[in-house]
């Protein structure tokens, strides 16, 4: 499985921006579609999941809920992240990635893409 992270920018606070994660491969194979970030100087931190399958159910980490949302299209293999109310804490590499059952790890990886929010 490969992924394609893009929609990163610049944007000041309160403003919006879409994150896109494109999938490919064997993508049959998904379990979940998370979003990690990693601000600099920080450890990388969980941001929002979607089940690929099994009606999409969503996860949000408590710092984005309520401004953050995910969705997917299971027709185009992607993955959005709608991201309001940004905050210049939002800033980060976001990256996305997937696991192929409930009990594996995220092991595929995109190659992250940068959000700023200034303020």
């Known amino acids: 499985v490969q992924l394609q992270a893009s929609g990163g920018g610049l944007v000041q606070a309160g403003g919006s921006l879409r994150l896109s994660c494109a999938a490919s491969?064997?993508?049959?194979?998904?379990?979940?579609v998370g979003w990690f970030r990693q601000a600099p100087g920080k450890e990388r931190e969980f941001v929002a999941a979607v089940n690929w399958w099994s009606g999409g159910s969503t996860s949000y980490s408590d710092s984005v809920k309520g401004r953050f949302t995910i969705s997917k299209d299971n027709a185009k293999n992607t993955v959005y992240l709608q991201m309001n109310s940004l905050k210049p804490d939002d800033t980060a590499v976001y990256y996305c990635a997937t696991r192929l059952a409930p009990t594996m790890t995220y092991d595929y990886w995109g190659q992250g893409t940068l959000v700023t929010v200034s303020s």
């Open positions: 491969g064997r993508t049959s194979s998904l379990y979940a």
